[in-house]
């Protein structure tokens, strides 16, 4: 079992910038690859980023060149660096956890960013 935990949401003025981070309860890193996910009201739950056990990033077209994924394998945290946040981003931000050989996922509980003026 793996537990994750989100962290650093909150509300923000459209441009700001934000630092999510998701903290594991155990070293997952080389065999989950690990994503952001977020949902807005009353639209579909959409993957923002993805680091591989790798190492290997991507990101949203939505969000290339804002956002920025990253982890530290010590700290058993992975993070999501967004910056030049507009209201389009708003949405509950969803850290998971996917093995990258069995049908097996986490999630975690969430955490609400809203940009606003």
């Known amino acids: 079992q793996v537990q994750l935990a989100e962290s650093g949401g909150g509300l923000v003025q459209p441009g700001g910038s934000l630092r999510l981070s998701c903290a594991t309860s155990?070293?997952?890193?080389?065999?989950?690859?690990m994503s952001w996910y977020r949902q807005a009201p009353g639209k579909e739950r959409e993957m923002v980023a993805i680091i591989t056990r790798s190492g290997s990033t991507n990101v949203a077209d939505s969000v290339k060149g804002r956002f920025t994924i990253s982890r530290d394998n010590l700290k058993n945290t992975v993070y999501l660096q967004m910056n030049s946040l507009t209201p389009e981003d708003t949405a509950v931000y969803y850290c998971?956890?996917?093995?990258?050989?069995?049908?097996?996922?986490?999630w975690g509980q969430g955490t609400q960013v809203t940009v606003s003026s």
């Open positions: 998971n956890a996917k093995h990258w050989s069995a049908p097996v996922d986490y």
């Open positions: 155990r070293s997952i890193f080389s065999i989950y690859d």
